[in-house]
């Protein structure tokens, strides 16, 4: 996977605040079972949306006050327990919530996982791409085919090994780490892959489903989900069992359409003609 050279930035070593989020809820044991694995590496700090917003992407509150409660987690640490989207979660711990600016979000352990195209409809990407674009290194961390009895120190597990190498390496700069793990126990593991981002297939289809007066009620989204046989991507990586790590940027710049669209130049330098 030859490309351009992405620098190495240093996070601080001694101690470093670590702030987790997510978009299933301050009690979600995906939440829980990741700060029981990280809380030896740093100072381990929650600032979580106080229900579920899976699929919140990046939505924010603009137009409400946002607020804020401490709540006691089970292992009797405090938790910030907010009515914000995910994205808001990072936005407030970046921006004075807490006593100084974390030095890493990671956002999971999501309930499900987030493979190719599903990562733009996110909230747990999201809050990781808010962390980068605020400066902050994040990783995205996802339970692939998340069911009852998961067993959820295993991508807890992965994490923490993350961290520490982040700490030791460095991590690199203005990316995110998107990291999915099979449902398989930790000696079942392939190991670690790094992955491209899939192309994921849709079946969705517009349904009916019931009539109230003037309104008619509609679904729309289903589970009949497929995706494109791709060497290397993170699809290939989960099918065959491994964990998938997949580098993603804030780079929403086409600069091979800015290119083509420069020979529009004439009808553009014209557009006063109409």
């Not at 949306?49 to 607020?67: F, Q, V, Y």
């Not at 969705?204 to 046989?229: A, F, M, S």
Request: proline share 5%; charged share 25%.
């Amino acid at each position: 996977m030859a490309g351009r050279d992405c620098a190495l930035v240093a996070l601080e070593s001694n101690r470093p605040l670590i702030v987790l989020t997510n978009d299933d809820g301050v009690d979600s044991p995906g939440l829980a079972a990741l700060k029981t694995a990280l809380d030896p590496l740093g100072d381990v700090s929650i600032v979580a949306p106080d229900k579920n917003r899976s699929g919140a992407a990046r939505s924010i509150t603009m137009r409400s006050p946002l607020w804020v409660e401490e709540v006691r987690l089970e292992d009797g640490d405090l938790a910030y327990s907010t009515d914000g989207t995910p994205v808001d979660c990072v936005r407030m711990a970046a921006l004075g919530l807490l006593d100084r600016v974390p030095d890493l979000i990671v956002s999971g352990i999501n309930l499900g996982g987030n493979l190719g195209d599903d990562i733009t409809y996110s909230g747990t990407v999201a809050a990781a791409l808010e962390g980068i674009m605020l400066g902050i290194p994040a990783i995205a961390l996802s339970a692939n085919d998340y069911r009852p009895g998961y067993d959820l120190t295993v991508p807890a597990r992965i994490g923490k090994r993350l961290v520490s190498i982040a700490l030791a390496l460095g991590f690199p700069a203005k990316t995110l780490l998107n990291v999915n793990c099979p449902d398989l126990s930790w000696d079942e593991l392939g190991g670690l892959r790094l992955t491209t981002l899939g192309k994921r297939i849709y079946g969705d289809k517009v349904e009916h489903r019931e009539t109230k007066g003037n309104r008619r009620g509609y679904h729309i989204y289903n589970d009949d989900l497929g995706y494109h046989q791709e060497q290397g991507s993170d699809f290939e990586a989960i099918a065959e069992g491994w964990v998938s790590i997949t580098p993603l940027h804030f780079d929403l710049m086409s600069h091979e359409a800015l290119d083509t669209l420069c020979g529009w130049g004439e009808a553009l330098t014209s557009w006063k003609m109409d």
